[in-house]
Each structure stands twice: as C-alpha cells, then as structure tokens.
C-alpha cells in the first residue's frame, strides 16, 4: 500500500513536471505586427498592423493621421474653428453650406436618431453644457429643473435638416441657439 501510494505521487509529479517543458517551437513565425500611433481629439490613438513593411506602415500612419485631423476639424466641438461649431454658433437659420462628408455624417445620425426614437439626439449639445460635459466650463451647482426645461427646449431632431440642392449639400436648423 505504501509503494503504491508513493509510486501515484511519483506518476502524478511527472505529468506535472510534463506540462512545464518549454513549448515547442512553431515552424512558421508570425510576423511582427507594425505598431502605428498618433494624437486627435484630445487623446492617443493605436493601431496594429500585420503584414506590412515599415514604409508601408509609414504611409499608413499618415493617412490615418490625416483622416482624423480632417475629422476633427470638421466635428469637433471643442475647437471653435471645426465646420461643426462654426454652424452651431451661427444664430442664422438660413441654409448653411456644408462639404458632402458633413452632409453625410449628420443624415446618418438624424436617421439613426429617427430609428431609436430620439434615444440618439445630436442636438443635445445645451443639455451636455449644462452638466458640465461640454467644452464648457462644469457647472458649480446642479442644474435647476427651469435650467434643464429650457435646455431640452433647443435640443431635438425636428429642428434640424440636411438639405441637397442640386448636388450642394447645406445644413438648416430652426432655431438660432
């Protein structure tokens, strides 16, 4: 009973000191992936790509690089100067003339508004401020339900349209604010 005992502890050592072999080496290397980094919008971004050669993950990280900084110039809400905040500090409520990529980008998010019920509202803009979310500054007290009231009165879907007039895209809203 004794050597059986000690020959089971002695078997079941070995299967484990088996599965601490070093694993055996594959015979096709995976190629190194190319790591591809930047900045926008106010942090870092990381992309890794198999399969390329370093002058091609160069080319890659620029075009990259450059599709967001044009995104960032054309939707931030943060730089006063993007498309985006240049019509929305506009009080005009006439059609505002936008580039095809902004037209397309705003039909996408009042279509997807209209799907979700309003769940998705890019309007919402005076009701991100107001607590604090926004580029502006956090408020210093919770916002008053009259405070909220009249937020909610400058956000919605319905105040805002895409318009195509013979190939010109252009924003519209029907509210100043």
């Given amino acids: ?14 299967f484990l000191l088996m599965g601490c072999d070093e694993a055996p ?7 190194a992936a190319q790591v591809l980094e930047g900045k926008t919008m106010g942090t870092l971004w990381r992309v890794s790509v198999v399969g390329i050669d370093a002058k091609r993950a160069a080319e890659l990280q620029t075009k990259i690089q450059t599709q967001l900084d044009a995104d960032d110039w054309l939707l931030s809400t ?17 059609p505002w003339p936008v580039s095809e990529a902004m037209a397309d980008i705003v039909t996408s998010a009042l279509r ?11 309007t919402v803009g005076p ?17 008053t339900p009259a405070q909220i009231d009249a937020a909610k009165a400058k956000t919605g879907l319905q105040h805002l349209q895409v318009i195509d007039r013979a190939g010109h895209q252009f924003l519209q809203k029907d509210l100043p604010d």
């Fill in 127 to 143: 009701l991100v401020n107001l607590w604090g979310f926004g580029p502006d500054r956090q408020p210093l007290h919770i916002p």
């Fill in 1 to 14: 009973m004794k050597m059986t005992f000690c020959r089971a502890v002695c078997l079941a050592a070995a």
């Fill in 78 to 94: 943060y730089k006063n100067d993007s498309a985006l905040m240049r019509f929305n500090h506009s009080r005009s409520l006439a």
């Fill in 112 to 122: 997807i508004g209209a799907k979700t019920d309003g769940a998705m509202d890019i």
């Fill in 25 to 31: 080496e594959t015979t096709t290397a995976s190629p």
